[in-house]
């Protein structure tokens, strides 16, 4: 990732986590892993917290999915939701 492209996420993004809005802990995330042949491009990098780059750890299909936003109670007011 150059920093020109990092820059262009980020303002794309708004700064904050594309899942739940946060802007604590954001880090740069692929979404299709450079291990499984993603690449570093504008198109395959999206913002995330913390928590929910850490929930998407795992096989690449769920994470391909978007979450429901506010999941990790990113937001002032809203309720974390417990899992099931």
């Known amino acids: ?44 990098l999206q913002l995330l917290c913390a928590l929910q780059a850490g929930e998407g750890r795992g096989p690449v299909i769920p994470r391909l999915v978007r979450r429901r936003p506010g999941r990790c109670g990113g937001r002032p007011g809203e309720r974390r939701r417990s899992r099931r």
């Open 1 to 44: 990732m150059t920093g020109t492209s990092g820059e262009r996420v980020f303002e794309r993004d708004g700064g904050r986590c594309v899942e739940c809005g946060t802007d604590f802990e954001i880090q740069y995330d692929h979404v299709i892993p450079v291990a499984l042949g993603g690449s570093s491009t504008e198109e395959n």
